[in-house]
């Protein structure tokens, strides 16, 4: 009964996933000791950071947070470093493991850090003739006011091979924000036609039923799924080719059957998308442009 009143939803983030770490403690259950407070900046601050450590010479403050769980786990996001850590590890254990782990933090760090930049000079400059990815293609977009009378907003030709252009109603005098409005609208468009279709067409061969679709926006989640077969996508999951896109309809299609990423589910992923692992590679590592 309980099952049924509670609501599970699994959200999966593509940040750098976390590494746990198996950890062997003696059994030293005293007092837990009051959590640092590490004054900021450091080279690599997380937002909430509390714990500072001195990795290699560069200063790396962590968010520190103390569970239910048997190991110390470390997990690099675009914020930093977080570290969590069974309740009755002692501190200079938690110190000893991080500087242990120092290499893979600061690579992983290092890594984000040059994602996000790479992220930030692809921002979108809106104007005629600005190109983005759709469905893994290129895709020019031109102000065309020829078409200014139309309904549909924006219609979309093939060019050359491999090629689109995308005519948008607007007049020449159009400011960048109408244009990128105009062209969110048609990718949100596309984005609900394409979900619906590859929903249908996964759901079978899973032996699963879904609700209801909504699209998202949030920065890094590609999508999540609730028990009661509600599923939310990122509506610029578009800009991917559509293997990989398929992947993350599958993803939370599979969570309508497993709810969680134990081993079961990943089983339930392979069953339907053999190569999951390089689509969820491609997914993390292919920046889409900034919007
Ligand atoms: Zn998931």
Excluded at 32 to 43: C, E, K, L
Excluded at 69 to 97: H, N
Excluded at 253 to 273: K, N
Aim: with cysteine; hydrophobic share 40%; glycine share 6%.
């Amino acid at each position: 009964m309980m099952q049924r009143l509670l609501q599970f939803t699994f959200d999966f983030f593509e940040s750098a996933p976390a590494a746990p770490t198996t950890h062997s403690a003696g059994v030293d259950k005293s007092s837990p000791q009051p959590v640092q407070q590490v004054p900021a900046p450091a080279s690599f601050a997380h937002p909430r950071a509390t714990r500072q450590a001195m990795l290699d010479g560069i200063p790396v403050a962590y968010a520190f947070k103390r569970g239910k769980r048997r190991t110390i786990g470390f997990s690099v996001c675009a914020d930093g470093l977080a570290v969590s850590a069974p309740k009755w590890v002692p501190l200079y254990e938690i110190d000893k493991a991080v500087l242990e782990k120092s290499d893979w933090i600061l690579k992983k760090l290092q890594q984000t850090r040059e994602r996000h930049a790479r992220l930030e000079s692809a921002r979108i400059d809106w104007k005629d003739g600005v190109t983005l990815p759709f469905l893994g293609q290129m895709m020019t977009v031109l102000i065309d006011p020829h078409h200014a009378f139309g309904n549909a907003g924006a219609e979309l030709k093939p060019s050359a091979a491999e090629a689109l252009t995308l005519h948008v109603s607007l007049p020449h005098s159009a400011t960048p924000e109408q244009l990128r409005d105009a062209v969110q609208a048609w990718l949100m468009r596309q984005a609900r036609r394409i979900f619906t279709e590859r929903l249908d067409h996964f759901s079978p061969p899973l032996g699963v039923r879904w609700r209801k679709l909504s699209l998202s926006s949030a920065g890094t989640r590609w999508g999540s799924a609730s028990a009661d077969g509600a599923i939310r996508l990122n509506w610029r999951l578009v800009h991917f080719k559509l293997p990989v896109l398929d992947y993350v309809v599958v993803h939370e299609l599979s969570h309508l059957r497993v709810m969680d990423h134990s081993p079961r589910f990943w089983d339930t992923v392979r069953e339907v998308v053999p190569d999951y692992a390089q689509l969820r590679g491609q997914l993390r590592d292919e920046g889409i442009p900034r919007w």
